[in-house]
Each structure stands twice: as C-alpha cells, then as structure tokens.
C-alpha cells in the first residue's frame, strides 16, 4: 500500500514523504489514527504543502540543531502536577506538558511531536525526556515533576 505520510512517524518517515507499508499496517494504523493519506496522483500538490509546512519550522542545519541542544542540555525543567499520597499523579505527564514547562523554563519553543517519553511519567520526582531535533542530534533534558 502506498500512502503519504501527514505526521512524523518513527521508523517510517517524516511528514510529505511517500512510503510504501504492508496493507493492514497502513489500514490498520496509520489511516485512521491520520498519520498518513493514501497516495494519488493529485496527492502531489499535498506533498508540497506538508513539506513547505515542515520546512518552516524543522531545526535548519546540523549546528543549530547542536546549539539548541546545549541549551536544553544545561536547562532543568519543572513541572507542576496534581498528586495525591505517596507522590502518585492524577494522570500523566504529556509531551505537550514538557513542551510548555521548556518554554517556561526559558528554553526554545519545542515541537511536541518531536518529544520522546519512553514510559510514562506518574509520579512526582526526577526524570529524563528526550528531545529529536535533527536526525542526526537528541537531546535529554532533566525534568522534575513536583506534586501541587
């Protein structure tokens, strides 16, 4: 199945990108969660916008990508979330949340999609996000979520 991808998906390919996925993948997962579009030849005035869109805001070279990095690197974050006893939250903690605590922080403007929380964040205390930024560049910023 050929599709175009809308969102950036991890393994797969980034947003205006034509891929080629097995059929229950793409029709299982990938359409109806939006991440992707099925490909037509009309799709091709799609694949230029989502691609100027992505463009407009991707980190543009290696080292500014780098520089960002050191700065999220020496940054510490604090997040601020609704506990209960024994330091347990009421919910979790969401890549949008850690963009918006970056952004408070002082730190740039972080695109949420590009944020990586390997397991959930449900307890208050000391933990480490990492951040895509450029394909060939990451970074991890200490994050400490206290009970409010």
């Known amino acids: 199945m050929k599709l175009i991808l809308t969102h950036e998906v991890n393994g797969l390919g980034a947003p205006g990108d034509v891929v080629e996925v097995k059929d229950g993948y793409g029709r ?58 024994g330091g347990r939250l009421f919910g979790s903690v969401t890549a949008a949340d850690v963009a918006d605590a970056v952004k408070a922080a002082g730190g740039p403007q972080v695109d949420k999609r590009r944020i990586e929380i ?18 060939e560049v990451s970074a991890t910023i200490a994050l400490e979520v206290v009970g409010g």
């Open 118 to 135: 390997k397991n959930a964040i449900k307890s208050v205390g000391a933990h480490k996000v990492q951040i895509r930024l450029h394909p």
């Open 28 to 85: 299982n997962y990938l359409l109806p969660r939006g991440f992707a579009i099925r490909w037509t030849r009309g799709g091709q005035k799609q694949i230029d916008s989502i691609r100027r869109a992505r463009q407009a805001r991707d980190i543009r070279t290696l080292e500014e990508a780098q520089q960002i990095a050191g700065r999220l690197g020496a940054l510490t974050v604090t997040l601020t979330q609704r506990a209960g006893e």
